[in-house]
């Protein structure tokens, strides 16, 4: 076992797993899980050295809410688009998938959760799921969510583009949101 890592159990699930990290809002997997010149997620230092035999993979998404490139899809076309990126590279069943979510990214993921529960082409799917770790996910919405439609507001009053699409399920009274987090948990 790595000294990196101290509970076996996990560790055991881990070694054969596949891992499929998401990034958040504003994000990329280039700069979500690096720091410096290091990614945590490739440099044979880290990850890779506790879990040697896992597949690791980053789902990328359009996750600008300003400027040029800001999404157009929506939070259910994010979980779609996740759960047709498992069904194509998950070729063996008999090894684990476990998330690593960063903030808006865990959102994603609970969404592909919920679709993979209801979607009968994609039960198969949701056997494989054995964990996931979620960093600052915003389960319970953000109380920063307002100013940051406030900057969308003013930037579009400049003539700057923005959307709200993405922004708009982190307010904590999104219905989208309390349904998503109601049900992920039921799956779990």
Request: with cysteine; hydrophobic share 45%.
């Amino acid at each position: 076992m790595s000294k990196w890592f101290n509970c076996p159990w996990f560790y055991t699930i881990l070694r054969t797993s596949r891992v499929i990290a998401v990034h958040g809002l504003a994000a990329n997997p280039a700069t979500t899980w690096t720091k410096g010149e290091i990614n945590w997620l490739s440099n044979a230092e880290f990850l890779p050295s506790i879990i040697p035999n896992a597949r690791i993979w980053t789902f990328d998404f359009e996750s600008r809410w300003l400027g040029r490139g800001q999404p157009i899809q929506q939070l259910q076309s994010l979980g779609g688009q996740l759960l047709e990126l498992m069904d194509l590279k998950l070729t063996a069943p008999h090894r684990p998938v476990v998330f690593i979510a960063h903030s808006f990214g865990g959102v994603v993921v609970a969404e592909a959760l919920v679709m993979a529960r209801t979607r009968e082409n994609y039960a198969g799917l949701l056997d494989l799921i054995t964990g996931g770790i979620f960093l600052g996910t915003p389960f319970r919405g953000s109380g920063v969510i307002h100013f940051a439609q406030m900057i969308v507001d003013a930037a579009e009053a400049f003539g700057f583009k923005g959307t709200k699409k993405l922004l708009n399920h982190l307010h904590p009274d999104d219905e989208l949101l309390n349904r998503l987090v109601s049900t992920s948990c039921m799956i779990s």
